[in-house]
């Protein structure tokens, strides 16, 4: 098994026929993760209480203790951990009570380990969907006045005054913002606040995926379509119809399929890969990106018109450093879900000093990274107070860029205009027609500053 890498999402494979339990996990760690397997359902149920994971997957049928034991154990001991069930084809009414109990999602045996890793991969990433909604409620004083949900910051009432004008409409939304930020958390928002708000939330990472499975995945398929297409498929746009489909990271789409995109948008039909007829859908889109899309419209990289069917309306979700006031709130929370988690820490509040240097730091990961820090502070803390001593090291060599930029010798003008507008484009997350509009300046100017710089360097 290779080593593990740092973030590595943790999951337990467990299956009474060892070497079927080892094949998986040693098939999942060449995917990436940190796989664990075992090989009865009690010894699984003792790890799940002992240790943390990201996910758990584990046959149905076992001896003594038997999967759907074993999910009742998982959901008691951590009740958002993702469940994955594998069954035999004759057990596949006991798969389906699995899912009635709780799981995740089944597999039919024999199943390939791609498809393994895909519904892994979609468990866990929504998994940190509910996990930051948790964290930005808690950021968030909610009170129901006429103009809606109220944030601590008031860059987030502004995005929220905004979600709750646009939410009813059911026009595409694009959100915009860094990782981390909780745009897959304000999309279900835009979801819960519409009509079709009893309808199906579906999301798909249009990153995760190659073109050709993510066509798939979002058009569908008929039986026999390409090699491996066993059966027909309906695809995502379909399952979502009567809801809303979420298309993250929808910058890294092919340009093939975004011109399939930009056909169900405009004519709301969709054609499944090798089928000859169209099917009518009925779905709203929400489309999330961290990219600057307009840069990718001129790299030739996004469609122009697409691009504007998805913008009808934007939300901009600023990053944690440009919202200090809700850094508060957000490490209280997760000082209160790590404790939870890990009773044997004696961590019980964060010091003053340690909590200073928290709301200096830039927060690079923003909600994401507050939560993975906070959990490193309770692992690792000494005393009930966690002190500047517990903080990750980053954290204490950052003093959150306070100080003057200059130093030395004056600078000449052109120099000082370079380095101000390489700052504001790093500061707006590498997002130039934004940071032009902040500037005060057209696009062609902004480059020009930002050539100069090069032209320094080769000097």
Request: charged share 30%.
């Amino acid at each position: 098994m290779p080593p593990r890498e740092a973030g590595a999402p943790r999951v337990l494979v467990v299956d009474d026929e060892r070497a079927m339990a080892e094949m998986l996990a040693d098939g999942l760690a060449d995917r990436g993760y940190e796989a664990v397997s075992v090989a009865s359902s009690e010894e699984a149920a003792l790890r799940l209480r002992e240790e943390s994971f990201d996910a758990l997957v584990t046959d149905l049928r076992m001896p003594r203790v038997d999967g759907l034991a074993l999910l009742a154990e998982a959901r008691r001991v951590s009740p958002d951990l993702p469940v994955i069930v594998m069954t035999a084809y004759g057990a596949v009414d006991s798969a389906v009570e699995s899912i009635r109990k709780g799981a995740s999602h089944y597999l039919t045996k024999p199943f390939k380990l791609d498809e393994l890793a895909l519904f892994l991969d979609r468990a866990i990433d929504e998994r940190g969907v509910r996990r930051e909604a948790s964290a930005l409620r808690a950021a968030l004083r909610v009170r129901p006045p006429e103009s809606g949900v109220v944030a601590v910051s008031t860059a987030m009432r502004e995005v929220f005054d905004r979600v709750e004008r646009v939410a009813p409409s059911g026009v595409p939304v694009l959100i915009l913002g860094e990782t981390g930020t909780g745009k897959g958390l304000f999309a279900r928002i835009l979801h819960a606040r519409s009509d079709r708000a009893s309808g199906p939330f579906v999301t798909v990472n249009c990153a995760a995926l190659p073109a050709p499975l993510l066509e798939s995945e979002l058009f569908g398929h008929v039986k026999g379509a390409f090699t491996g297409a066993t059966r027909d498929r309906q695809g995502l746009c379909v399952e979502s119809s009567g809801g809303t489909l979420f298309l993250d990271e929808i910058g890294e789409m092919s340009p093939a399929l975004q011109a399939k995109l930009l056909d169900v948008l405009e004519r709301r039909v969709v054609r499944s890969v090798g089928a000859s007829r169209e099917r009518a859908v009925d779905l709203r889109v929400v489309a999330a990106t961290h990219r600057d899309l307009d840069e990718r419209v001129a790299a030739g990289a996004f469609r122009e018109d697409l691009r504007y069917r998805l913008d009808v309306v934007s939300l901009t979700l600023p990053p944690l450093r440009h919202r200090r006031e809700d850094i508060p709130a957000l490490l209280e929370h997760f000082l209160g879900e790590a404790r939870a988690r890990h009773p044997g820490s004696p961590a019980e509040r964060l010091g003053p000093e340690a909590a200073a240097r928290l709301v200096e730091y830039r927060w690079p990961g923003n909600v994401r990274e507050v939560a993975h820090a906070v959990e490193r502070m309770v692992l690792l803390a000494r005393s009930a107070e966690i002190g500047v001593i517990d903080l990750p090291p980053a954290m204490v060599a950052d003093r959150g860029g306070g100080g003057s930029p200059f130093h030395g010798a004056v600078m000449p003008v052109r120099e000082l205009t370079r380095r101000y507008a390489v700052w504001a484009l790093e500061q707006l997350g590498g997002h130039r027609t934004r940071c032009a509009e902040r500037l005060g300046i057209d696009l062609k100017t902004l480059a020009k500053w930002l050539g100069e710089a090069e032209g320094a360097g080769r000097g």
